[in-house]
Nanobody, 117 residues
């Protein structure tokens, strides 16, 4: 099956930036791709997704600060995070929907993002 591997997480001060990457083991040019996050004690939430034709949707709390993008030639999806807030602290996961009726069936292992004040 398709495997996804996230990278780019780390510790950053509030107001700083990080760029997350998610590399897929197979072609995802016909897949919708998403970033989710889960903070301690909270439910997993959708952060952003990008469709096959590069339409994007963001959760309200990150609009104007985060940008999702994709490079189909590299089978990679990115999440550029600017103006980070303490509330952004979470494990971030990428996921792929192969548009085969199974939804977001493929997930990475996650990468930790910690924002300090």
């Amino acid at each position: 099956q398709v495997q996804l591997v996230e990278s780019g997480g780390g510790l950053v001060q509030a107001g700083g930036s990080l760029k997350l990457s998610c590399a897929a083991s197979a072609s995802v040019f016909k897949a919708n791709l998403a970033w989710y996050r889960q903070a301690p004690g909270l439910q997993r939430e959708l952060v952003a997704f990008i469709t096959t034709y590069s339409s994007t949707v963001y959760v309200n709390s990150v609009k104007g600060r985060f940008t999702i993008s994709r490079d189909n030639a590299k089978n990679t999806v990115y999440l550029q995070m600017n103006s980070l807030k303490v509330e952004d602290t979470a494990v971030y996961y990428c996921a792929a929907n192969l548009l085969d009726g199974k939804g977001y069936a493929y997930w990475g292992q996650g990468t930790q993002v910690t924002v300090s004040s």
